[in-house]
């Protein structure tokens, strides 16, 4: 199954590291490949990884969207300690 979203960016600054960090933890919880898609320029980049994500330049109110695939559960954590 694959998921699109888009819409203007929000955030004045522009998509920076701090909120580039944050997409990037949200997503590695999954089991889906996220790609973030800067419309205006064309550059795209895998949502896990935040060089990748602010390399993308994308401003505020520049359109944008996420593709995702794959199965969406979470990965299932090991309990420390576990090898």
């Known amino acids: 199954m694959t998921v699109e979203i888009g819409f203007p960016f929000p955030l004045a600054g522009g998509l920076h ?35 990748a994500l602010v390399a993308t330049r994308t401003g505020h109110g520049e359109p944008w969207c996420s593709t995702s695939r794959a199965r ?12």
């Open 17 to 51: 590291a701090r909120p580039a960090s944050r997409l990037q933890e949200e997503v590695v919880r999954f089991r889906a490949a996220v790609t973030f898609l800067n419309r205006a320029s064309g550059a795209s980049a895998s949502a896990r990884s935040v060089l």
């Open 72 to 83: 969406t559960r979470p990965l299932r954590r090991r309990p420390s300690g576990a090898s």
